[in-house]
Every structure is written in structure tokens, then in C-alpha cells.
């Protein structure tokens, strides 16, 4: 299977993949050589609690522009 392959493959399981970042995208902005570390800044900037705050704050503003409400979400 290819990339293109295991995208849709994602895609057709509800998984947004039409945004990846790819090591290649760290070792253009810096010099780093290495894939693995790359991967592992990738991972902490992806899951970095400012990033994740303002995909949420984004998604609700997005679903709310659509005309969608929220739901209750319980603690």
C-alpha cells in the first residue's frame, strides 16, 4: 500500500488526513538531519497544549460558523 493508498484508506474512516506534516517540513526550517528527531519535534509541537487548544477553539468556531450547536459534554 502507498501513502495515497493509506490516506484514503484513513479518509474512509473518518480520519481528516488532508493536512499531514511530514519530517521533511522540520528539516526544511532547521538543520536536523536525522528523521527521528524530527518525528519527535513533529510530536511535541502537534500535541503541545497551545496547539491542541487552538484546534479545538477553531473546530467550535468553524462547526458554530456552519450553523452547528454544541453538544453537552459531561465532566
Not at 521533511?24 to 497551545?50: F, P, S, W, Y
Request: charge should be negative; glycine fraction near 4%; proline fraction near 1%.
Amino acid at each position: 500500500m502507498n501513502v495515497e493508498q493509506a490516506k484514503e484508506v484513513l479518509k474512509q474512516n473518518g480520519y481528516f488526513v488532508d493536512n499531514l506534516w511530514h519530517v521533511d517540513d522540520v528539516k526544511l526550517r532547521h538543520k536536523c538531519n536525522d528523521d527521528e528527531v524530527a518525528q519527535h519535534i513533529l510530536g511535541k509541537a502537534m500535541t503541545n497544549e497551545a496547539t491542541m487548544e487552538q484546534i479545538w477553539f477553531t473546530l467550535d468556531m468553524v462547526a458554530s460558523d456552519e450553523g452547528l450547536e454544541p453538544t453537552e459534554i459531561e465532566d
